[in-house]
């Protein structure tokens, strides 16, 4: 059996756990690796991607970050998550603000101490992708359109990362890169009405609370459409193996998630919503794999 403290400490690990969000920064790390084997450096051996020490560098000061955004923005947003998540807030709280601070200094430490072991454009790099999360949490998300864009913006910056470290410029590139940032600026639109009420107590300039659901329904429809041409471009114009059965079948759940978008009215619709768009978006990464079934049996060598 565990004793009091023992069970204290294991239930403030948990609450760090959910505070950095574990499984997604999991997520992005499986990402930036499935991204560099199969779209990013299609030619090269599978294990020179795989034990490269600066792609790996990369890869987890990009981790160390985004834990450290995660955590920032659970410091400013205690207030507002208690009113819409608050389950998750009461387990969240277990970790004090002081701890937060802390622990979101330190990961951001070791973050650009493994960037200059690739270089100082690395250091650079990261030292400006922590600011931008830093400023976004503090000032930017609270105004309409801009905070929406620059979170999608920031979420995909770690691909931007490994894209650069290949100089891999090729336009299939940029068009994944483009049906990903719709659907995750769509999911940023969901998340507002997701969450109107805290964001209405703690004086939120969100696009809801601005224009209303009506108009935040027609701009995550505008979004969606636009989502379909990449998708399309993907599944007519480049050659993705395999995936583009994914980009199919993604192109049916979001035509029924646009279906479900305007009968939506209540915050367990919009959860529902931000759920299917979260799935099309775990979806595609694994979907990754299908752009050559063959890859490992071929480039071991």
Known sequence: MLSRKNKLLLLKLLSLFSI???????????????ASIY??????????????LSLFALVFASSLVIAGGYIINSFYDSEKDLINKPRKSMLDRLVSQQTKLTTYFVLNFFAVLFASYVSFKAVLFFSGYIFGIWLYSHKLKKIAFVGNLVSALLAITPFFAVFVYYRNFETVIFVHAMFLFLLILARELIKDMENIAGDLAQNYKTIPILYGATFSKTCITILVIFTLIPALLLIYSFDVGYMY????????????????????STKKHYVW????????IIIGLFSILLIDVNLVLNRIL
């Open 20 to 34: 950095v969000r574990g499984y997604n920064v999991l997520m992005i790390v499986i990402a930036q690796y499935l």
């Open 39 to 52: 779209i990013l450096s299609p030619n090269l051996p599978l294990w020179k991607v795989v034990f490269d």
């Open 245 to 264: 059965l994914y980009f199919i079948a993604s192109i049916f759940l979001l035509i029924f998630f646009l279906g479900l978008l305007w009968k939506s």
């Open 273 to 280: 919503l931000h759920n299917i768009l979260k799935l099309v």
